[in-house]
């Protein structure tokens, strides 16, 4: 059974950082995509970036150039880091493994954590 686990999230002014992990168990499938979405109350939810195992990735466009995502394969860890946050960058962060084509859209998703929630103050 594929278990997700984020954590990381928090309160934070606008221009601060915070740096999500998600830990995960019984997932083998090392030829597919990890990643982060995210979904603000009211909104559907969207792609915030996926990487390759083999190291691609790939970002929305709103969040180039101030998150970066990475993993730690011997770890079985993915990660968020995330720098000058924006107040729109509230939402909650959902970690996601399985991802077909690496896209960045939440139809392609196969496995859900429950998520980590982050708020960004003005």
């Known amino acids: 059974q594929v278990q997700l686990v984020e954590s990381g999230g928090g309160s934070v002014q606008a221009g601060g950082s915070l740096r999500l992990s998600c830990t995960t168990s019984?997932?083998?499938?090392?030829?597919?995509?990890m990643g982060w979405f995210r979904q603000a109350p009211g909104k559907e939810r969207e792609g915030v970036a996926t990487?390759?195992?083999?190291?691609?990735?790939y970002y929305a466009d709103s969040v180039k150039g101030r998150f970066t995502i990475s993993q730690d394969n011997a770890k079985s860890t993915l990660y968020l880091q995330m720098n000058s946050l924006k107040p729109e960058d509230t939402s909650m962060y959902y970690c996601?493994?399985?991802?077909?084509?690496?896209?960045?859209?939440?139809?392609?998703?196969?496995?859900w954590g429950q998520g980590t929630q982050v708020t960004v103050s003005s």
């Open positions: 019984g997932y083998t499938n090392t030829r597919l995509c």
């Open positions: 996601a493994a399985d991802i077909n084509y690496c896209a960045l859209r939440p139809r392609f998703v196969r496995y």
């Open positions: 990487i390759h195992t083999a190291g691609r990735t």
